[in-house]
């Protein structure tokens, strides 16, 4: 079956760092771009940030650019999100997920929460 | 608050049919195509509903979706309660080169 498998959240103080990783398998993860869709807690959706399958497209949303870098290992089957200055509004469970481009994503991992907070 | 507005709850009872809309603008659902997701309790959101209303391989029928302008509808018929879920409509936009979602309703089957 297609899986995902999100890692690395946790606890995590108010300006520190994070890196999130997302592991893919039994499926062609070259054919796919990649996205983090986020969920705080009790709340709806939000669409964080994507990666072209080569890597050579991103795009953000307006919350966390400049603080958040995606990035994909091909050889490694895996996406990643760097996040650094977190702030305590970025605490949510992270899904990573799958995509052809502007097609909606079809398989969701089973999320990693990070929470922010002193 | 989101760009995309879905009514916070919707409920009926077994066997009954549920309406869940969410309506956006001419930049968001009157350009592009709407999904549905569905997140059972706990678990990751499920795509429902793709392109308007095309159902992926495993979603019964008794889901279905139309649209009709700037806004979407998501119906569901004979509800049961293994339809108690939170239902969230998303599009692409095109200025961002990502998801907007709506901000969820949440069926309740009494």
């Known amino acids: 079956d297609v899986q995902l498998v999100e890692s690395g959240g946790g606890l995590v103080q108010p300006g520190g760092s994070l890196r999130l990783s997302c592991a893919a398998s039994?499926?062609?993860?070259?054919?796919?771009?990649m996205s983090w869709v986020r969920q705080a807690p009790g709340k709806g959706l939000e669409w964080v940030a994507n990666i072209k399958q080569d890597g050579s497209e991103k795009y953000y949303v307006d919350s966390v650019r400049g603080r958040v870098t995606i990035s994909r290992d091909n050889a490694k089957n895996s996406v990643y999100l760097q996040m650094n200055s977190l702030r305590p509004e970025d605490t949510a469970v992270y899904y990573c997920?799958?995509?052809?481009?502007?097609?909606?994503?079809?398989?969701w991992g089973q999320g990693t929460l990070v929470t922010v907070s002193s | 608050q989101s760009v995309l507005t879905q009514p916070p709850s919707a409920s009926g009872t077994p066997g009954q049919r549920v309406t869940i809309s969410c309506f956006g603008s001419s930049s968001n659902i009157g350009s592009n195509t709407v999904n549905w997701y569905q997140q059972l309790p706990g678990t990751a959101p499920k795509l429902l509903i793709y392109?308007?209303?095309q159902r992926p391989s495993g979603v019964p029928d008794r889901f279905s979706g139309s649209k009709s302008g700037t806004s979407v509808s998501l119906a569901i018929s004979e509800i049961q309660s293994e339809d108690e879920a939170d239902y969230y409509c998303?599009?692409?936009?095109?200025?961002?080169?990502?998801?907007?979602f709506g901000g969820g309703t949440k069926l309740t089957v009494l």
């Open positions: 997920t799958r995509s052809a481009y502007a097609t909606p994503p079809d398989c």
């Open positions: 039994e499926f062609t993860f070259t054919n796919y771009w």
């Open positions: 998303a599009v692409w936009d095109d200025s961002l080169n990502g998801w907007l």
């Open positions: 392109r308007n209303n």
